[in-house]
């Protein structure tokens, strides 16, 4: 149980972990904290927060647990917001999509990384944003990885886990590199391969018939081009080395893929396509395969 929880942004993700709690009765009490005062009204009409606050100072006071739900690009500056005013044992924690850059800037607040500051990923997303698309199902059955390091608070680690599970979520954890290379390979390329088929079709004189005539694969390929750009903006310059990693070696494949094409490798081709397929069929069986 959490007697006081602040969320500093309440849009999809900071909004649905508060409905969440909610539902569960997890927490006595949930304030919000958001750039965006109008955004912080409607989050009290629609009762995904108790109350809400513009000051930080105001919003974290008291507070055993304060989570940063607000844009990869934000994140330290609300950490400067706060740093000076976090009770004595509060639990901090994120839900930022990439871990390395979030934890480098908590050592730059902090001077060194706070032990009970718990980073975190809610792997669960939908392509709309702000707290009108908060679902309280949201993180049910998906996964939330925790990127903790050898100098992490054990009962920090344990409030999180807790308040996650109370979701309906399924923690576990990972190194911070590990995350940002996993996530780079099955979040972030496909997302900025989506917005690139897209902005490329886009640049084509028959847009409208693409869309008018759409098969079932283009539009599950496109769909998460409709994701919002501010987010996908700052990841891509947020976790730059372990994406441009993933995209090199995707752009070496595609080459070949080219090649093949272009001389008519029908050997080539199958044995691509036969790879990826059998890894895919194999793995989606055994592996819910997670959105954000
Ligand atoms: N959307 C997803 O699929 C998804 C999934 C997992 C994690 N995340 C992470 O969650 C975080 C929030 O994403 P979201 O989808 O909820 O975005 P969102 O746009 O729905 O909500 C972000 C909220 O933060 C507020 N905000 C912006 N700058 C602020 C600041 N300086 N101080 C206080 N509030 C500020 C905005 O007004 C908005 O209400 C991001 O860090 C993102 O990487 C998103």
Redesign the pocket.
Same mark, same amino acid.
């Given at each position: 149980m959490i007697n006081k929880l602040a969320i500093?942004? @309440?849009?999809? =993700?900071?909004?649905s972990l508060a409905l969440a709690l909610k539902r569960a009765g997890y927490c006595d009490l949930i304030v919000g904290?958001?750039? %965006?005062v109008d955004?912080l009204c409607r989050a009290v009409e629609l009762n995904v927060i108790d109350q809400f606050s513009t000051s930080p100072e105001e919003a974290v006071a008291d507070a055993d647990v304060v989570v940063l &739900?607000? $844009?990869?690009l934000?994140?330290e +500056? @609300?950490l400067e917001s706060i740093s000076e005013h976090l009770a004595e044992g509060v639990v901090l924690t %994120? @839900?930022?999509?990439?871990k390395a850059s979030v934890v480098a800037a908590a050592k730059r607040v902090f001077d060194g990384m706070p032990p009970r500051f718990v980073p975190a990923? $809610? =792997? &669960?997303?939908?392509e709309k +944003?702000? @707290?009108e698309?908060s679902l309280e199902d949201l993180f049910v059955a998906h996964k939330v990885i925790l990127t903790p390091d050898n100098g992490t608070d054990q009962a920090a680690i344990a409030t999180v886990t807790r308040m996650w599970e109370a979701t309906g979520a399924q923690v576990k954890t990972l190194g911070i590199e590990q995350h940002d290379l996993v996530l780079a390979a099955t979040s972030h390329l496909p997302h900025v391969l989506a917005y690139s088929l897209v902005d490329t079709i886009a640049e084509t004189d028959y847009v409208e018939q693409i869309f008018q005539f759409a098969a079932g694969g283009f539009r599950d390929f496109s769909r998460i081009a409709s +994701? %919002?750009p501010?987010?996908w903006r700052? =990841?891509c310059l947020e976790n730059k080395d372990a994406i441009l990693d993933v995209l090199h070696k995707f752009q070496s494949n595609l080459k070949e893929l080219e090649s093949a094409i272009m001389q008519g490798d029908a050997g080539d081709l199958m044995e691509t396509f036969v790879n990826a397929k059998t890894i895919r069929d194999a793995n989606v069986m055994k592996h819910r395969v997670e959105t954000?």
């Open positions: 500093f942004g @309440v849009g999809l =993700i900071g909004g904290c958001d750039a %965006d955004r &739900a607000v $844009p990869m934000a994140m +500056s @609300v %994120d @839900v930022g999509s990439c990923h $809610p =792997i &669960a997303g939908r +944003s702000g @707290v698309a +994701s %919002d501010v987010m700052d =990841i954000e």
